[in-house]
T-cell receptor
Framework: GESVGLHLPTLSVQEGDNSIINCAYS??????FIWYKQESGKGPQFIID?????DKRQGQRVTVLLNKTVKHLSLQIAATQPGDSAVYFC????????????FGTGTRLKVLA | EAGVTQFPSHSVIEKGQTVTLRCDPI?????LYWYRRVMGKEIKFLLH????????ESGMPNNRFLAERTGGTYSTLKVQPAELEDSGVYFC?????????????FGPGTRLLVL
């Protein structure tokens, strides 16, 4: 069945450096992906999304890259700040008869001062 | 525009008791979802309402869980009787419609601890 997984459970990054969070998916027919950020005590917040007809999409300090050949997704955060510390999830909608998200386990990003 | 709200923010109950969680979606959002995150694991889908109808309840763990959305506005999720493994964070989300590109907006969650 479909699955969305993350390569690393925890990522520690020096403040000011760039962060790269990875995600692998198994359903080659997937056509939409979303990244969420969850801060402690809060719910997941939408960061950025990408459709399968794109390879790259940029937001404010964030870039999502999609490699359909190897079914890999990454979230790049430029100039990582302390406020970026959170758990990041990639998610993939299942749209056949429903509209639910399949989430990965999540990657905890720790920003070191 | 107010976001998704959930009540209570935390709940601590004993095994065998009943707990009811409430979710108020974003106004105008017909689609309402419940998810759960058990400690250290991924966020998992529980069910999906379209207005007052259950579109998909394939993720509900067992018949101790009952979700309702009378009138198609707010929703409740009741756990009766609660078991230890029900502990976790219960998230509610809503979206205006469904389909590619339609974002689900999440509430802050209810943290449930069953002792």
């Amino acid at each position: 069945g479909e699955s969305v997984g993350l390569h690393l459970p925890t990522l520690s990054v020096q403040e000011g450096d760039n962060s790269i969070i990875n995600c692998a998916y198994s359903n080659s027919a997937s056509d939409y992906f979303i990244w969420y950020k969850q801060e402690s005590g809060k719910g997941p917040q939408f960061i950025i999304d990408i459709r399968s007809n794109m390879d790259k999409r940029q937001g404010q300090r964030v870039t999502v890259l999609l490699n359909k050949t190897v079914k890999h997704l990454s979230l790049q955060i430029a100039a990582t700040q302390p406020g970026d510390s959170a758990v990041y999830f990639c998610a993939e909608p299942v749209t056949s008869g429903t509209y639910k998200y399949i989430f990965g386990t999540g990657t905890r990003l720790k920003v070191l001062a | 525009e107010a976001g998704v709200t959930q009540f209570p923010s935390h709940s601590v109950i004993e095994k065998g008791q009943t707990v009811t969680l409430r979710c108020d979606p974003i106004s105008g959002h017909d689609n309402l979802y419940w998810y759960r995150r058990v400690m250290g694991k991924e966020i998992k889908f529980l069910l999906h309402f379209v207005k007052e109808s259950k579109q998909d309840e394939s993720g509900m763990p067992n018949n101790r869980f009952l979700a309702e959305r009378t009138g198609g506005t707010y929703s409740t999720l009741k756990v009766q009787p609660a078991e230890l493994e029900d502990s976790g964070v219960y998230f509610c989300a809503s979206s205006r419609s469904t389909g590619v590109g339609e974002t689900q907006y999440f509430g802050p969650g209810t943290r449930l601890l069953v002792l």
